[in-house]
DNA sequence: TTGAAAGCGCTAACAA
DNA sequence: TTGTTAGCGCTTTCAA
């Protein structure tokens, strides 16, 4: 006797053998229908009109992973970025809009790999590059010179604002050290002089090369820079309030700087906040400008160097599928370092200086 | 004569028939070392040892679009959002940090699919139910209430913040009315009388749930709300700012409210850019408190209602995995509907009434 | 302990 | 114009 029938599976979606058997079709015939295959040229008009009809009743939805499986393309970016903290979130809220606008308007979609640190990335990028994702977009990285031994060959790469050239990884940034030129440029031409720079990080090329930008200004406008004015922390709003508090504190009864130049908006607000417990104001007394135009300068007004991030979000997807359609072998012919402009910002928080210096208190 | 010889590929990817040629074994023996499938129970030390050696060697990373394919399962979830646009990102931002977190943690990936308008939904939810995500996140969904019948039913689905109960969708989200009675209740406590909520949109129930507390409040101290103190607008900084300044346009000469309870941060935000404008100080003549406690919030050290967006986030990840473990059919039987509690937070922008009001300029 | 065979759902050559 | 066949790379019975 035959076994009992086997309880019926819960309904799974419909296959294109399902849609092609209810339209007493092949499968191949209702993959040329519906997923514009180039199986052969063409279909007649009335298996064409049975498909669509039998897809329609059996809401048949294409699988995307055996479809994928079958094309060795699955139109899907990997972003790797780290994201923990409220600092760095800003930037990436900004790229990743960038990156996920302009992937959508090309037809793919983008997943997001996290690192709680880079040291992680020798052991988890090469993870992340499981034919799953057609390329990757590294954000931000703070990679060891060695990484090119470790990245995976076959998935092409881009970074945005990389730390190290990566042989085989396309960078994009802006040029950074010319909008720290105009800013500081532009201050210096409006009648200040003791511009005190609040920097990011040592090790951060970026923060060097704002600090750069603010002493070719000043070598531009033959200004010699104020002894001792420029000064480092962290890209954040306590790193700015503590940069700049522990400063002031050293410097009591000298005069007030005429401006502030911080390396980032965070730094900005955290000074601004430094300045207005002191009861200065802002940009009467001194002002202040920051850098990267985050949301946080624009809901705070404040003056800064916008640095084009969603451009750069956008425009990495763009090289990196330029990458994957040449095919990572056929070699990419473009640049390695793709380096966009940034743009003055000019807002509240920046005003000609004082004729009468104020002392620090 | 035989051909010429093809021309070789472009190097591939090892996969695990290349590993087992190597090893000198099959390709389910590789399998079953390398990707812990469970084809049999165990294979010997020596053939492990091979196996693990021609991977090293030909630098195996299995393919998890095949794997998935097999598996029906790619431990990836989807979140579905709108993200243009500054405001509402902040709110995905922080939703999105919890999600991701809370997904790695679990072995999974988030991919992201955005809409420019929920109104899309019905054309490209189902478009993205299409085998490579396991599940789905609502965020924030302004759906029709015929959603269901639309939505594909092989993905299971959560929603955070929806603005309907859809069937077969379970919802997350906080306690906005209790928060409001909250926050509403110790402004009342502290002596404020004319406290003004500066509400959002009339379409949105969140907005609706924080008028609600405010009344609550009223109610629960036996003081009458003052007449005409509940306006509404949008949820962003500019939505604020108009209101209020045209309320008080409106309102020359008449007692200066004692508080302003803005529906969200972003409206507090723009509530505190025209009341400094006015050369009001806050909190000494006027408390202002926002809701959400966005990173805004933080940095402007803004008194609000916090909302844990993060771990709305996280939560949304296990009950979807729940779910989708659960297998869809096998029915699940949790709550329909999750609410997470929100929770004060007292910042600088938050103290006692005046003893004089003071008038409107 | 190991391998052979079948299949996940779709696509691309080729033949009919 | 249509169907047949053979994979994509991995997994899983089942038999050896």
New interface residues.
Partial sequence: MAGEPKPRR????ATLADVGREAGVSAMAASAVLNAAKTSTRISEETRVRVLAAAEKL?Y??????R??AHRR?N?LGVAAT??G?EP??Y??EVF?GI??RA?ARGQ??????LSDWHEAPLRI???????IDGLILLAPLLQPDAASWL???TPMVSVHANHVIAGVVNLESDEEAGAFEMTGRLLAMGHRRILHVGGPLDAMGAERRVQGYLRAHAAARVKPPAGHVLRGTFS?EGGRDALESWLRRHRGEPLPDAVFAASD?IA?GCIDRLLARGLRIPADISVVGFDDI??A???RIATVRQPLRELGAKAVDVLLTRIEA???AGYGGPRNIVLPTELVVRGTLAAPRTAPLAIA
């Fill in positions: 819960a309904r799974r979606a809401r939805r294409r699988n995307a992973t055996a994928g499986l699955m899907t994201l923990i409220d979130n800003q990436f809220l809009n996920i606008q959508a979609t983008a997943t997001v790999f996290t090469p993870a992340f590059c499981d034919g799953r995976p060959e076959h709003v965070a607000l949301v946080l624009r809901t705070a095919g990572l072998h």
